[in-house]
């Protein structure tokens, strides 16, 4: 992940709404929710939470697909791994101790 795609992930993080969002999706795993039912658990207008969905899809943290009438949004878990990934690359300069499986580069 360049630096660019990260800083507009964690552009789309850095709002509350969003992260929530978020952590809605991520806990309802891989079958996700219609935006209706988030805009109601969220308190969020219909409109609003459509925004957060579309900003969050841009960031590439959501994906989307139609079943019949409705657009069902569920996490993208590659998405998110990329961005966790990223941040943990060089974690601990490789020291396994600190970060376990999150070391991405094999210290030489």
Known sequence: MELDHA???FGALAQAS???V???LVQA????LRAGVLAERLAVPAPTMSFHLKELS???LVQSRREGRSVIYAADYGGLRDLIDFLLADCCQGDRRLCGPYVIKESA
């Open 18 to 20: 969003r992260l929530a």
């Open 58 to 60: 841009r960031a590439g």
């Open 29 to 32: 795993g891989p079958a996700g």
């Open 7 to 9: 800083s507009q992930s």
């Open 22 to 24: 978020l952590k809605e």
